[in-house]
């Protein structure tokens, strides 16, 4: 009960108390009204378009109530483009260091995702952010220990959301606090909360049971300190309790305070608190390492408020400096910073749309007739009513006093002239809708004026050019969403050793397993998360599967159009794009024939040992075709000499003129004849040695290709 007793209280010395909570409601309510024309926006995609007193006065006038919604198909567009060119998001590391732990963390990154279906929250986000300018995306960890993956993300309606107006930042990162109100069962508010379910029941049933007891030694003193908030709250009990239904409005405010201490700056780039109880901290400041400095920073806190009630003030559970949940703005006004969307740019146009449509339908089938009192014997009404009636009978009264002709007697007039007009206005209408938008009919993949490929391509990228600033909005909010949830991924990680994942579990080739946070006998860890340096980044290249058939099928023409050895050479590129079954199979049977050399990624453990060995054969290879070639140039260099030696020799002879001339032209010729043989020989060799060479080196080239690729 101690605990009920402190919460209940809330100690209003500390935390986030009573007081504090009405000056936000009242800061609350001092800010712009800009949800009632979200509401709207959102009721003009739905198809809500005429309000009833506008449609009471048209019921009178008898003019047919049309709609004519082309929002809804103009922003499904916008939504079709969001799905169609979805990229994946990708880790990047900001050094060089670390490409194992990039690796694993991608892994883990991509598995946590998925399970989390956070595309689906994202998409949800992104169309609240484009219908009324304004989504919300939580990431929280799952308490479902039976139903989906440890994190789960979820879309929040805007109608629960309020912020604090004065934060700038595109994330609201800046704000002083963020407020979520949810209207739950008392049942599952009391099993989120048990230590509360005094307070809770009996705020449902106001307090009549506590009001009966008599005596206060039979009073519990956090209870009554509950009892004198709920009975000096203020506001109305409407807006946070539902008596008939059993439900109380369950307020949490995520709030910031700020702290001033001293920080440490670790060489790996890591910002800490330093705290001088920590063995490693005052160590490292003691020899150097590194040296506290003094910084302020925020803590962001949590309360939560049943009503009046403060049952919950602890540190947010989202990591460090985050906010749980993640705003995803559309477009702001300038002067208020309202948040709008695309639909309030269309607004106007759609009014004038419905109303010329109606007023168009009204005039071709609206008669006027001009008729004497005394031009028939029937009434006004039954009148009116022949005279709509396409095979209407009208008898004119004998005794009438003009009888000249029908046409003084009697008129009935139709204006088409003006109905037409009204037809070009609408139509005028209904193409500015789609350009205050910012999408054009090529988009839509409708007809549009443009006749050319060339034409069309460029009012699609104009078109997504015009979307660009929204567009970047919500990649920038998306990777928030990544951010928070690779925050979570860390903050689990790193309380967990030795932790095995596997990567390319698609590709039995590449796949393989990198353990994270592994202990060293020194102390040491290899792969440590919280050394982590990197961001999250969008995937330069789109991950659907409509993106990919297309940049297929683009492939495909472009290769049928070179040459059969080039079209031999690129067809794993155009397998690699395909959505096949056995994809990797049919690659690796293709690459096998056309003899394509896998890179070392690619290959099996057994593989790249074959190619190591191949290599290494290759080298041995090369070194005796050097040898033999530094042989044979030896070789020819000792006959060289001998050769000189011989012509030295004959010189000598002439000068002693010892032997007679025809002697001396015999041996000279004798020796210019071995010359011009030698000389044949050694390019005969020196060609041969070169042409294996080559032919090794080429043989070398390729083999060595394969390894490095």
């Known amino acids: 009960m101690n605990e009920t007793v402190d919460a209940a209280q809330g100690s209003n010395q500390k935390g986030f108390n009573l007081v504090q909570l009405k000056n936000l409601m009242s800061d609350v309510d001092a800010q712009p009204n800009w949800r009632d024309p979200a509401q709207i926006a959102c009721d003009y995609y739905d198809g809500h378009q005429i309000t009833q007193d506008t449609k009471s006065k048209l019921e009178e006038r008898g003019q047919p109530i049309l709609i004519n919604n082309l929002i809804a198909p103009t922003i499904d567009a916008v939504l079709g483009m969001e799905a169609r060119t979805r990229t994946d998001l990708i880790l990047v590391a900001d050094d060089d260091e670390g490409d194992g732990l990039k690796d694993a963390l991608q892994e883990k990154f991509k598995d946590s995702w998925r399970l989390a279906r956070a595309d689906r929250a994202n998409a949800d986000a992104y169309s609240s952010q484009i219908k009324s300018g304004m989504g919300w995306v939580e990431v929280h960890r799952n308490d479902d220990p039976f139903y989906g993956g440890p994190y789960k993300i979820k879309p929040v309606r805007r109608q629960e959301m309020w912020w604090d107006w004065h934060a700038q930042e595109a994330d609201l990162s800046d704000a002083r606090w963020i407020m979520r109100k949810r209207w739950v069962d008392v049942d599952e508010c009391i099993s989120w909360f048990p230590e509360h379910s005094q307070i809770i029941q009996n705020s449902i049933n106001g307090w009549e049971d506590w009001a009966n007891v008599e005596t206060l030694e039979e009073q519990d003193t956090g209870l009554l300190a509950a009892y004198h908030e709920y009975d000096s709250w203020d506001r109305k009990e409407s807006e946070w309790m539902d008596r008939q239904r059993g439900r109380v409005m369950l307020e949490v405010i995520y709030y910031k305070t700020f702290r001033r201490g001293y920080v440490i700056d670790l060489k ?123 095979d209407g009978y009208i008898e004119l009264n004998p005794e009438r006093r003009n009888k000249k002709t029908i046409a003084e007697a009697i008129q009935i007039q139709q204006d088409f002239n003006i109905a037409s007009q009204q037809f070009q206005v609408m139509q005028d209408a209904m193409q500015q809708i789609q350009d205050v938008a910012g999408v054009y009919n090529a988009m839509l993949g409708q007809d549009s004026s443009a006749t050319s490929g060339v034409a069309i391509n460029s009012l699609v990228e104009q078109g997504a050019t015009t979307l660009a600033e929204i567009n970047d909005n919500y990649h920038y909010s998306r990777t928030r969403v990544a951010d928070l ?128 060995a191949e290599a290494q054969k290759a080298q041995e290879m090369q070194e005796l075709q050097q040898q033999a070639m530094k042989i044979d140039i030896d070789t020819a260099a000792a006959k ?44 005969a060799m020196t060609s041969d040695v070169l042409s294996n060479i080559d032919k090794e080196l080429s043989t070398l080239n390729i083999e060595e290709g394969a390894t490095n690729e």
């Not at 419905?354 to 089938?365: A, D, E, G, I, P």
């Not at 991950?543 to 050479?569: F, K, N």
């Not at 002879?653 to 004849?673: G, L």
């Open 268 to 390: 790996n780039g890591r910002t800490l608190e330093y705290n001088p109880d920590n063995v490693a901290h005052a160590v490292g400041v003691k020899m150097g390492n590194f040296k506290p400095r003094i910084a302020t920073w925020a803590d962001i806190r949590e309360a939560w408020f049943v009503g009046p009630h403060r049952i919950v003030d602890r540190e947010c559970v989202a990591p460090t400096g985050y906010f749980p949940i993640v705003p995803f703005i559309g477009y702001r006004k300038d002067k208020s910073g309202e948040p709008y969307g695309i639909v309030s740019r269309m607004i106007s146009s759609q009014d004038e749309i419905n109303f010329r449509r109606m007023k168009l339908t009204w005039l071709l089938q609206a008669k006027r007739v001009i008729a004497d009192k005394d031009a028939t014997n029937m009434s006004r009404s039954q009148l009116l009513e022949e005279v709509e009636r396409p």
């Open 485 to 612: 949830l690779m925050a979570y991924l860390i903050e689990d990680l790193a309380k967990q050793s030795n932790i095995a994942v596997t990567i390319h579990k698609d590709d039995i080739h590449k796949k393989k397993v990198i353990k994270l946070n592994v202990s060293n006998d020194d102390g040491s860890v290899d792969n440590d998360v919280k050394r982590w340096k990197g961001h999250i980044s969008q995937a330069p290249i789109q991950s659907t599967p409509s993106y990919r058939a297309q940049m297929a099928t683009q492939l495909s023409q472009m290769v049928a159009q070179l040459p059969p050895e080039v079209q031999m050479a690129t067809l794993d590129m155009v397998i690699e794009l395909m959505e096949v079954p056995n994809k990797q199979e049919i690659l690796n049977r293709v690459r096998s024939v056309l003899n394509i050399p896998k890179s070392p990624e690619d290959m099996t453990p057994e593989e790249q040992e074959a190619a190591q």
């Open 640 to 683: 060289l000499e001998e050769i000189k030696a011989n012509i030295e020799k004959i010189n000598r002879d002439i000068e002693s003129k010892d032997v007679s001339d025809e002697k001396i032209e015999a041996d000279t010729a004798k020796v210019v004849t071995e010359i011009q043989e030698f000389n044949s020989r050694s390019a």
